[in-house]
């Protein structure tokens, strides 16, 4: 529905925004490695703390981080909330919830190696994230 700009927004979901970032630069994706286990390195980890500073210099705080499943990617939104970007209302209540569909590579074809030197399959991808989110914390 489209709104004319004299029609007032609703309070709750005036000033919302939505912020999407990469995860921070990772071990290299080589054949004999775990691809869903790929940690960053230190170059992402720097990157990140720049990401955080600006996010904090523009006072942008999260009510809600989502991230994939992957290691990286859960290291990454990890470090924006360690960093204090949680909004500081909900500051206590503010984790990282992780959502599978946010995945870039869901495919046999493209890299779900599984740490034995060959893929682990779309199955294996599948029991792993499974597992992560009946593990995850509820919100």
Request: hydrophobic share 40%; with cysteine.
């Amino acid at each position: 529905m489209l709104r004319s700009p004299t029609q007032q927004i609703p309070s709750r979901v005036r000033g919302r925004r939505i912020y999407v970032a990469r995860h921070g630069t990772k071990q290299p994706n080589t054949g004999p490695e775990d691809n869903f286990e790929l940690p960053l390195i230190p170059e992402g980890f720097e990157a990140l703390r720049e990401l955080c500073a600006f996010l904090s210099a523009q006072d942008i705080f999260f009510g809600e981080v989502l991230c994939s499943p992957y290691l990286r990617c859960r290291q990454t939104a990890e470090v924006i909330l360690a960093a204090g970007l949680g909004s500081s209302a909900e500051a206590a209540t503010v984790a990282v919830r992780i959502e599978p569909g946010l995945s870039e590579v869901l495919s046999e074809a493209h890299g779900l190696r599984d740490g034995s030197g060959g893929s682990g399959g779309l199955n294996r991808l599948v029991e792993r994230v499974e597992h992560m989110v009946a593990e995850a914390p509820v919100l």
